[in-house]
């Protein structure tokens, strides 16, 4: 696995998110029923959740997979970043879907942020994007509290994206 820049790997798994950074918590409504379930959580691994929210994607293998890479960017011509990570883990669960990646160097953020869809007992289909991170560049430092207000836009773009994605199969 490649040098990972931070310490608490898999803490967004279950918790709880390590002191020392900023935190993020998004969680919204997707779809409802197993097949919703079934389309969100194929949408979040295989990369066209992040593709269909505009940001390109390369990725070691068509499918998350812990200690396979990627790296997402977003933007255009030089204002382009990108963020290299490392899966560090997954979940192919009945009720339970999705991964979470960890900062390698040369990403603008320090830390690791999951992905999960998980299917309610009531039918519900919920998508959580939880993050811990600070800044890793001079760039990211210099946007200072900008920062977790671009990283929670991104994860409401995520979820919106990822409810037209199920609304449509």
């Known amino acids: 696995m490649s040098t990972l820049t931070y310490p608490e790997v898999g803490a967004t798994r279950l918790g709880p998110l390590p002191d020392g950074y900023s935190h993020l918590h998004h969680r919204a409504a997707v779809g409802r029923g197993r097949a919703d379930f079934e389309t969100a959580g194929a949408a ?3 990369w066209r959740m992040h593709r269909a929210s505009g940001c390109r994607v390369n990725a070691s293998a068509v499918r998350a997979a812990a200690g396979g890479t990627v790296e997402v960017s977003a933007g255009v011509g030089p204002l382009r970043l ?3 990570c490392v899966i560090v883990w997954t979940a192919y669960e009945e009720h339970r879907t999705g991964f979470a990646y960890g900062t390698l160097p040369r990403h ?6 999951s992905f999960v869809v998980e299917l309610a007992d009531d039918g519900t289909v919920w998508f959580t994007v939880m993050a811990f991170s600070r800044p890793a560049s001079w760039y990211s ?17 995520l979820a919106a ?6 609304s449509a199969a």
């Open 44 to 46: 979040v691994t295989e």
């Open 82 to 84: 990108t963020a290299p």
């Open 108 to 113: 603008p953020e320090c830390g690791e942020e």
């Open 141 to 157: 430092r210099l946007a200072g509290p900008l920062v977790p207000v671009a990283q929670r836009w991104y994860a409401r773009r």
């Open 161 to 166: 994206t990822l409810r037209r994605v199920v």
